[in-house]
């Protein structure tokens, strides 16, 4: 069967289809419309006046950010991919503000965790010891429109969705194939910044298409596996719902790695005195589970 076949703008030539205030200006107008807008409304609301330097710049964006319709014009998918990055604050905002009072203990020492804004994202941690469990990268636009005392809440539901299109292969940047891979201290592909770490193992994902790597903790992408979610939902506590700091068995030195060849690593999970240890294999798929 032949591969399926994808056509692409070549990133340099995208670049520079945007870059222009004219079009970034069709595209503002277009994804504030309700409808497909004729010429001259776009025109006018993009506030060029001359109609062939505008027809210009238009025809730049259609065929590629723009679908042009008996209606009018309006953003193809790839506009509105456009349009949402912008929207999102990933390239246009940064995050500022005071940390934000958690009512959950520190894992490690017992101390009151709080939330604190980086200019990237946001850290749950702890405001004693050094102790971070969670370092989100998340887009200012994300948190706009909710209050402070939502930002908790915030920050574990978009970090679950992130972990999610990760489990499932696509990057969340470009939409790429992730690759997966478990590693040990020793493994060639660890990354230098955990040298020196005292670790069972941890899962690595690389984009087939862009940049982009993530790094974790096995323990923070297992919440979501239907086994334990069910063994969860058998208990009364929906994952979904639940932040994943407030799940009292999940901690960072959790994962045991039993065997090396072939990988297995086993997670213990206790909900009310009821222990059910689930096994994984490399690529993080469920292999059994034992009860205690």
């Given at each position: 069967m032949d591969d399926v076949i994808v056509k692409r703008l070549p990133r340099e030539e995208a670049f520079e289809v945007l870059a222009h205030e004219t079009r970034l200006g069709v595209l503002d107008a277009l994804n504030e419309a309700d409808e497909p807008l004729p010429f001259e409304e776009l025109r006018t609301r993009v506030g060029v006046d001359d109609p062939g330097q505008f027809n210009y710049h238009l025809g730049k964006l259609v065929g590629h950010f723009v679908e042009k319709g008996d209606d009018g014009y309006e953003?193809?998918?790839?506009?509105?991919?456009?349009?949402?990055?912008?929207?999102?604050?990933?390239?246009?905002?940064t995050l500022d503000a005071e940390p934000i009072p958690m009512d959950t203990a520190c894992m490690n020492c017992g101390a009151p965790m709080e939330a604190r804004f980086r200019d990237a994202g946001i850290t749950i941690g702890c405001t004693d010891c050094t102790m971070d469990f969670m370092n989100a990268n998340v887009p200012a636009g994300a948190l706009e429109g909710w209050s402070r005392e939502d930002v908790p809440s915030v920050v574990d539901r978009w970090m679950?969705?992130?972990?999610?299109?990760?489990?499932?292969?696509?990057?969340?940047?470009?939409?790429?194939?992730?690759?997966?891979?478990?590693?040990?201290?020793?493994d060639e592909i660890a990354p230098e910044w955990v040298q020196g770490n005292r670790f069972e193992a941890r899962v690595i994902f690389s984009c087939h298409r862009c940049t982009h790597q993530a790094d974790s903790m096995i323990p923070y992408l297992i919440p979501i596996h239907p086994a334990i979610d069910s063994f969860h939902f058998e208990h009364g506590i929906n994952v979904r719902e639940t932040p994943m700091w407030e799940l009292d068995w999940l901690h960072p030195g959790i994962t045991t790695l039993?065997?090396?060849?072939?990988?297995?690593?086993?997670?213990?999970?206790?909900?009310?005195?009821?222990?059910?240890?689930?096994?994984?294999?490399?690529d993080l798929d469920f292999v059994t589970t034992r009860e205690k």
């Open positions: 953003l193809s998918e790839a506009g509105l991919r456009v349009v949402g990055a912008v929207l999102s604050g990933g390239y246009t905002s679950k969705r992130y972990l999610a299109a990760l489990d499932h292969g696509f990057c969340d940047f470009c939409d790429g194939r992730i690759e997966r891979n478990v590693y040990t201290p020793d039993t065997s090396e060849d072939p990988i297995r690593l086993e997670i213990p999970v206790t909900l009310d005195s009821e222990t059910r240890t689930f096994v994984f294999d490399a």
